[in-house]
């Protein structure tokens, strides 16, 4: 019989949504928090650049909502918008008073007065980004952490992936849980389920993502009946390191906002050419500048330079990228650093309301798994922070609220490998992994065509039939859990992409280089979900 686990909520995933929606619960709320692997190694914690928040008197909420406006090319849904922005000061302050160490002024008067440092990023009118030097991500992932595990009423579980939700009754309530280190898969029961397992770019060939980003909680709630939306948008950070043992090391975009340059072999610098604002021109626009350089001259990367700047500067501001980069024989100090764009931000997802509610009753998609509306096609440089605390907090207002009227979990169905034997065939399992990422880059990457596309999807069906083949007779483990989830949302991905005929933010196609004169979101429906029903009872 498999291990039995019950808790009021269960919060799949432990970046800042998760542990944020946790500590934001009621104490007497017993909660279950599953990690993938260890804590502090999600994308949470390899965040750089910082949280855009409305902090300076000369700074406003309507210019925070207009900037995020101009950069989601049309989609941003404004309620999102104006709901995010206009509780990003009291997020900052619940992160101070929970212990997370904000840079502030060199010029500080008093700590009392917590004058932060700002940074400023691209699409931004202001100075509006908190950080923690070029560690922010570490920061805030450090301090939730130790907070969740002095909290009695939260339990931790550790190197645990999610198999699939558990749907009763027309309500979530659970999943099923493999348990990595003792091979089993475990059944948990909660009267809420939260999914804030992040994005899917390890999709891609290249990426900044750590291994963990493969999409999880988006297929399972797909495969649970929830839509999803505009999962065509994918973010591809413009600067990542490039080195070979360098592996998704990004380079934040704080230091183009410090004055960093790009510039060509040749010391010549082209944003200019693309865009009046430079370096500070949105992602999208940066990326596909590096991306046609490269293509245009056979150059396999591009550099980055900030060495202008006094030492003093960088060790104060961008002392990870400076150790980092030195370990590769690269001073940042007296030269440039050789970049290239990768993956990075999944800005579509799991359509949710304000309250983090799925179209599933019982189910919460929060942080980067979710689509509020807040990106729309293309997402403004460090909102992702904001919105993960912003919806964790309203998610957990609203569990809280509702719970007391919520039945207790009914008997679920125990999970069966019975009848599945152990594979010796693990080999398809890394080749279908390397030959998607692999596709997926060339044909579905940062300019894209019909014909790409198509090809794409060919290979992913493909693909996913052979999956369903290899799950349904050997027992599940890690790897082929994340190929599984990987594919599905490849092909969600594919499938938005093929539908929208326009190149609007980060989608960007060579068939359709114009604008639609509307902009609509792309949202795809399961043959299971419980809109369909209603569609049908209305219809009778």
Avoid at 502 to 531: F, I, M, Q
Wanted: charged residues 25%; contains cysteine.
């Amino acid at each position: 019989m498999a291990t039995l686990h019950q808790h009021d909520v269960l919060v799949i995933g432990t970046g800042a949504a998760g542990l944020s929606l946790a500590l934001h619960l009621p104490p007497h709320l017993r909660v279950a928090l599953i990690c993938k692997s260890q804590l502090n190694e999600g994308s949470t914690y390899w965040a750089q650049g910082g949280m855009a928040a409305v902090l300076h008197t000369r700074d406003t909420v309507n210019s925070h909502v207009e900037d995020t406006l101009a950069a989601g090319g049309g989609l941003c849904r404004r309620e999102a918008v104006e709901f995010t922005v206009n509780n990003s000061r009291r997020c900052v302050e619940w992160l101070v008073a929970q212990g997370v160490d904000f840079d502030l002024r060199e010029d500080q008067a008093s700590i009392d007065q917590r004058e932060f440092h700002l940074a400023m990023e691209g699409g931004h009118s202001h100075r509006r980004i908190i950080h923690a030097a070029d560690r922010t991500g570490r920061a805030i992932s450090e301090v939730l952490t130790e907070k969740a595990q002095q909290a009695p009423n939260i339990e931790l579980f550790t190197q645990r992936v999610a198999v699939d939700l558990v749907v009763e009754d027309g309500r979530c309530q659970g999943a099923y849980i493999l348990d990595r280190e003792n091979d089993r898969v475990e059944l948990f029961q909660a009267r809420a389920v939260v999914l804030a397992t992040g994005g899917a770019s390890k999709v891609y060939l290249y990426t900044s993502n750590p291994d963990g980003a493969t999409g999880d909680g988006i297929a399972m709630a797909w495969r649970a009946g929830c839509r999803v939306a505009n999962l065509e948008f994918n973010q591809f950070h413009p600067t990542c390191l490039y080195h070979p043992r360098a592996k998704s090391f990004l380079i934040t975009e704080a230091i183009r906002g410090e004055g960093g340059k790009l510039l060509l072999a040749d010391g010549t610098r082209f944003m200019d050419s693309f865009d009046p604002r430079g370096e500070l021109a949105p992602r999208d626009v940066v990326a596909r500048a590096i991306d046609h350089e490269m293509k245009r001259l056979g150059a396999d990367c591009v550099f980055l330079d900030i060495s202008h700047k006094p030492r003093e500067f960088l060790q104060s501001h961008f002392p990870t990228i400076l150790a980092r980069c030195a370990e590769f024989g690269i001073d940042i100090c007296r030269e440039p650093i050789p970049v290239v764009p990768a993956a990075h931000y999944t800005c579509g997802g799991v359509v949710v309301d304000t309250r983090g509610r799925t179209d599933r009753a019982g189910l919460y998609a929060i942080g980067e798994t979710s689509c509020t509306g807040l990106h729309g096609a293309n997402r403004m440089a460090s909102n992702s922070l904001l919105e993960c605390i912003v919806y964790a907090e309203s998610a957990a207002k609203d569990i809280a609220a509702t719970l007391a009227g919520i039945p207790a979990p009914a008997p679920a169905v125990p999970w069966d490998e019975s009848q599945v034997t152990d594979s010796d065939e693990d080999v398809v399992i890394s080749h279908n992994w390397d030959e998607l990422r692999r596709f997926m880059w060339d044909y579905v990457g940062i300019v894209r065509t019909n014909k790409r596309l198509q090809r794409a999807l060919h290979r992913v069906q493909l693909l996913q039939a052979e999956i369903a083949e290899y799950y349904g007779n050997y027992k599940v483990g890690n790897d082929l859990l994340e190929l599984r989830n990987l594919a599905m949302v490849a092909e969600l991905m594919i499938r938005c992409a093929i539908s929208r005929k326009e190149s609007r933010g980060l989608h960007y196609t060579l068939d359709y280089p114009e604008l639609l004169p509307e902009a609509v979101d792309t949202v795809l429906t399961p043959v299971n979900s419980p809109l369909q029903g209603q569609a049908n009872a209305q219809a009778t």
